[in-house]
Structure formats: structure tokens, C-alpha cells
């Protein structure tokens, strides 16, 4: 899937993590905390295809443009 790109570097702190919810993290903490960037750094590829694929989050996808900015901050290089 091609994702347009955007004119702004992301973050984790301003662009990533908002994109989670409290009741995503809680459902998540024992497995990897995604309000923290080390944790979702390291799982980025596995959220991405959890989401994609619908698998997550549990009550209806993403919309398409917060896919595709997890997407262009996994190929920023997860920047923090």
C-alpha cells in the first residue's frame, strides 16, 4: 500500500504515541507498554501488521491516515 508523504519529521512523543488510547496500552501492558518508545520501537512491525490486518484494536480499525503515519515513522527510523 503507498502512503503519501508528508512534509514534517514525526516523533514518537507528538505523533505516535497520541495515536494510542489508555484502554489500547492497559489491554497491552503485559506484553509491551505502547506509551513508551523503546517498547513500541521494538514491536513496530508486529502493531503495524496487527493493525492492517484488523487484528487490532479490537473495536474498529484505524483511520487510514494514522496507518500511514505509524508507517512513515517505522521508515523514519522509529525516531523518538
Same mark, same amino acid.
Given at each position: 500500500?503507498? /502512503?503519501?508523504?508528508?512534509? %514534517?519529521?514525526?516523533? /514518537?512523543?507528538?505523533?505516535?504515541?497520541?495515536? /494510542? =488510547? !489508555?484502554?489500547? &496500552?492497559?489491554?497491552? +501492558? !503485559? =506484553? @509491551?507498554? +505502547? @506509551?513508551? %518508545?523503546?517498547?513500541?520501537?521494538? %514491536?513496530?512491525?508486529?502493531?503495524?501488521?496487527?493493525?492492517?490486518?484488523? &487484528?487490532?484494536?479490537?473495536?474498529?480499525? $484505524?483511520?487510514?491516515?494514522?496507518?500511514?503515519?505509524?508507517? &512513515? $515513522?517505522?521508515?523514519?527510523?522509529?525516531?523518538?
Amino acid at each position: 500500500m503507498p /502512503f503519501p508523504v508528508e512534509s %514534517h519529521e514525526l516523533s /514518537f512523543e507528538q505523533d505516535i504515541k497520541p495515536l /494510542f =488510547r !489508555t484502554k489500547d &496500552r492497559a489491554a497491552m +501492558l !503485559t =506484553r @509491551f507498554d +505502547l @506509551f513508551d %518508545h523503546a517498547d513500541v520501537a521494538e %514491536h513496530a512491525d508486529a502493531i503495524l501488521g496487527s493493525l492492517l490486518s484488523g &487484528r487490532m484494536p479490537c473495536d474498529g480499525a $484505524w483511520p487510514e491516515a494514522d496507518l500511514e503515519k505509524l508507517q &512513515r $515513522w517505522i521508515d523514519m527510523g522509529k525516531p523518538a
